[in-house]
């Protein structure tokens, strides 16, 4: 992920010329730096050799699609995601927050707009990467938001970015029930849809990575949840 204090560095990927020059025009007024790839492997070869703050990333792409390419760059950086697609169907909405990205704009789209999700996005992911929450400690699962990581009797667990920010994000609220439309609001950011079966599969797959500390994180009958250490 990129360093905090520097130029945020945002990659553009889209196969349409006239699309990737429309999000440089504003990127670059706004005081960003750009990269361009117009297909899903060069995305991911760029992810790979370079930092960015934010991947803007159509859909549609030739070679290797945004979700696929999406996947792969998940699997060695850390960083925000946001998906263009054409296609506006709720089932496409869920897919894509289901790999963890951390936003989906439809097209056509305002260029103010999609620079008010950049914002957005980037103060969401300082604010869950501010030091100097405390550490949570429970018997052999530990907790920390610092460093941003889980270990479960000692051994550190593996958690997808978009995983992590909504662990720590119910550790920082722990003891308070929070309902799925809040939890969608404040993680990831964009207006309720509709269906809220995002929040329960990232909650079923931190509870899994969880093992046996899996019912600390707890299911109110309201519909929604909380993260509860026993006194």
């Given at each position: 992920?990129?360093?905090?204090?520097?130029?945020?560095?945002?990659?553009?990927?889209?196969?349409?010329?006239?699309?990737?020059?429309?999000?440089?025009?504003?990127?670059?007024?706004?005081?960003?730096?750009?990269?361009?790839?117009?297909?899903?492997?060069?995305?991911?070869?760029?992810?790979?050799?370079?930092?960015?703050?934010?991947?803007?990333?159509?859909?549609?792409?030739?070679?290797?699609?945004?979700?696929?390419a999406c996947k792969e760059i998940r699997r060695t950086k850390d960083v925000p995601v946001i998906?263009?697609?054409?296609?506006?169907?709720?089932?496409?909405?869920?897919?894509?927050?289901?790999?963890?990205?951390?936003?989906y704009i439809v097209k056509p789209f305002s260029p103010a707009?999609?620079?008010?999700?950049?914002?957005?996005?980037?103060?969401?992911?300082?604010?869950?990467?501010?030091?100097?929450?405390?550490?949570?400690?429970?018997?052999?699962?530990?907790?920390?938001?610092?460093?941003?990581?889980?270990?479960?009797?000692?051994?550190?667990?593996?958690?997808?970015?978009?995983?992590?920010?909504?662990?720590?994000?119910?550790?920082?609220?722990?003891?308070?029930?929070?309902?799925?439309?809040?939890?969608?609001?404040?993680?990831?950011?964009?207006?309720?849809?509709?269906?809220?079966?995002?929040?329960?599969?990232?909650?079923?797959?931190?509870?899994?990575?969880?093992?046996?500390?899996?019912?600390?994180?707890?299911?109110?009958?309201?519909?929604?949840?909380?993260?509860?250490?026993?006194?």
């Open positions: 992920m990129q360093e905090v204090g520097k130029v945020c560095r945002i990659l553009i990927v889209d196969d349409e010329q006239k699309i990737r020059a429309v999000i440089r025009e504003y990127c670059e007024f706004h005081g960003y730096e750009v990269e361009e790839a117009k297909d899903g492997m060069e995305a991911v070869k760029l992810c790979q050799e370079q930092d960015f703050g934010v991947v803007i990333l159509d859909v549609m792409l030739p070679r290797l699609d945004g979700f696929s998906m263009l697609s054409a296609r506006g169907e709720e089932y496409d909405k869920l897919f894509g927050f289901e790999l963890g990205i951390d936003d707009e999609l620079m008010a999700r950049i914002k957005a996005v980037l103060r969401r992911r300082n604010q869950s990467g501010a030091a100097g929450r405390e550490a949570v400690e429970y018997q052999g699962l530990k907790i920390d938001p610092n460093r941003r990581t889980v270990s479960v009797d000692g051994e550190q667990v593996s958690l997808a970015p978009k995983d992590m920010e909504l662990l720590l994000y119910l550790v920082q609220n722990r003891d308070v029930i929070l309902s799925r439309e809040k939890i969608l609001s404040d993680v990831w950011g964009y207006e309720f849809f509709g269906n809220d079966r995002v929040v329960d599969t990232h909650i079923r797959t931190i509870r899994n990575c969880l093992g046996v500390y899996r019912d600390l994180l707890v299911t109110q009958r309201n519909g929604g949840y909380k993260f509860e250490v026993p006194q």
